[in-house]
């Protein structure tokens, strides 16, 4: 916003947060957020505060706290709720409250008759972005969605995105409850897509086919598009795995339950992929982890982020470690927050002491660095030559001819010594 062109103030309760903040640090890994952070503190129009007064003199105040899993799956509003009572003080008659967060179905309507009874008033604008890409995302949406209950509102969303409307893309004016639901509906269909692909791959290992020659073969049916069909270890973090459950208890509240109880199957085939590595990293071990040594390549959720909020990889590990296997857990930025919730596993800081003598190595997150693995060159750190690539995301036949044996999620010629097919090319998500 502040680079924009706004005078921006960020508040937050946690006062350290917003120390570090206002020193010029991230409290998370986001590519290019640092250097951006940098250049609008030094513009003077971005200033941190742990003060809700502060808020006093805005005009927009977007309210952008987290919303994680609650009991049962549930959404848990209480950040946003708090927030808000801790800016009603502060909201001034005619000011305009703008919701980010991912909330269930409805919330909006109850807030804007809090923030009613101040004068002010609410839209809903929900957030698409993805982490790793969070700039881009933001400054360059694909498209941006406002719920509002009055025309004058979203002429005040226009003076705010104006810098980012000008670059013409797609602009959806709505009432809140749509608004809402088009960012669930949006994770909800983005997890069934991943979803769908991992199924199709348990079918690809039990009948012998190849799970990415299939999606790539799909893909190009523009109705269906390549993007979100990388079959792997599945989708975790912050956002997919709690939206479509928080989804599905907002569904059966409002008497719908059945249309979602599909979301109910698209997490349990993403869980069993997870499943499927641990037996699988069993088997190629000759049918126990116990005291084996194995290396884990990346504990985030995804490549380009340090978040580890239901990463499959940090599950994957942390269920090995569990069963007795001497684990070694890596990744370029993500072991601070692994550490922080998971202290029992063995981190290390470089690929090179991860991979030291381990008898299985597992490549769970594809950062750059892990898919420009040069087999070869990783024979020699090893003292056994099994690979399980839960991302799809290394050169099959690369490997294979370099002596490994190879595993991959979904092509069964990994597990049956049949010549695999030429690279597919990168995870398009
Ligand atoms: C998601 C949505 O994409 C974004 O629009 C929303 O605002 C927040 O939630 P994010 O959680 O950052 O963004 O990650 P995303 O890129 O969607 O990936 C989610 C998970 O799916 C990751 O664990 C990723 O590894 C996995 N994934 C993605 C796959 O397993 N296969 C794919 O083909 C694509």
Redesign the pocket.
């Known amino acids: 916003m502040a680079s924009l062109g706004h005078d921006v103030v960020g508040i937050d309760r946690d006062s350290e947060r917003i120390a570090s903040l206002a020193a010029g640090r991230a409290p998370f890994f986001e590519p290019g957020l640092d250097r951006l952070l940098a250049e609008q503190l030094a513009s003077d129009r971005l200033r941190f505060s742990a003060d809700m007064s502060d808020a006093a003199s805005a005009e927009v105040h977007f309210l952008a706290v987290g919303t994680p899993q609650g009991p049962g799956g549930a959404a848990d509003l209480s950040h946003l709720e708090s927030a808000l009572d801790a800016l009603r003080p502060a909201l001034a008659s005619g000011a305009l409250v703008v919701g980010k967060s991912t909330v269930p179905v409805g919330t909006a309507a109850r807030l804007a008759e809090i923030v009613a009874a101040r004068g002010a008033r609410l839209a809903w604008n929900p ?6 890409h969070a700039i881009d995302d933001t400054l360059r949406p694909d498209r941006i969605v406002y719920g509002v209950v009055g025309e004058a509102d979203a002429a005040v969303l226009d003076a705010v995105y104006a810098g980012v409307l000008s670059h013409g893309m797609p602009r959806i004016v709505t009432d809140l409850a749509t608004a809402e639901l088009v960012k669930t509906a ?2 909800a269909f ?1 997890a069934t897509k ?1 979803s769908f692909i991992n199924a199709m791959a348990e079918v690809a290992e039990a009948s012998g086919a190849d799970v990415a020659r299939l999606a790539e073969a799909i893909g190009h049916d523009p109705r269906i598009g390549h993007r ?3 079959a ?1 270890v ?7 795995p709690k939206d479509i459950r928080a989804f599905q208890a907002r569904a059966d509240e409002l008497g719908v339950g059945e249309a979602l109880a599909f979301l109910g199957e698209v997490d349990r085939i993403n869980q069993r992929r997870r499943d499927r590595v641990v037996t699988l990293a069993a088997e190629l071990l000759g049918g126990d982890v116990a005291g084996r040594r194995i290396a884990v390549l990346g504990l985030a ?2 490549p380009d982020s340090d978040d580890v909020r239901d990463s ?1 990889a940090l599950d994957i590990a942390v269920r090995l470690h569990a069963a007795g296997a001497h684990v070694r857990a890596t990744d370029p930025h993500a072991i601070p927050a692994a550490r922080r919730v998971q202290p029992e596993l063995d981190y290390r800081d470089t690929l090179d002491e991860a991979l030291s003598r381990a008898e299985l190595v597992l490549l769970l997150t594809e950062w750059r660095e892990y898919r420009l693995l040069d087999p070869a060159a990783t024979r020699i750190r090893v003292s056994g030559l099994r690979l399980i690539d839960g991302r799809n995301a290394l050169d099959a036949e690369a490997w294979r001819a370099a002596g490994w044996d190879y595993r991959a999620l979904g092509r069964a010629f990994a597990s049956r010594g049949i010549a695999a097919p030429a690279a597919v090319g990168a ?1 398009d ?1």
Do not use: Q, S, T, Y
């Open positions: 957030e698409f972005l993805r982490e790793g949006a994770n983005l991943i979100f069909l990388g792997g599945g989708f975790g973090g912050g956002c997919l959720f995804k499959p995870l998500v």
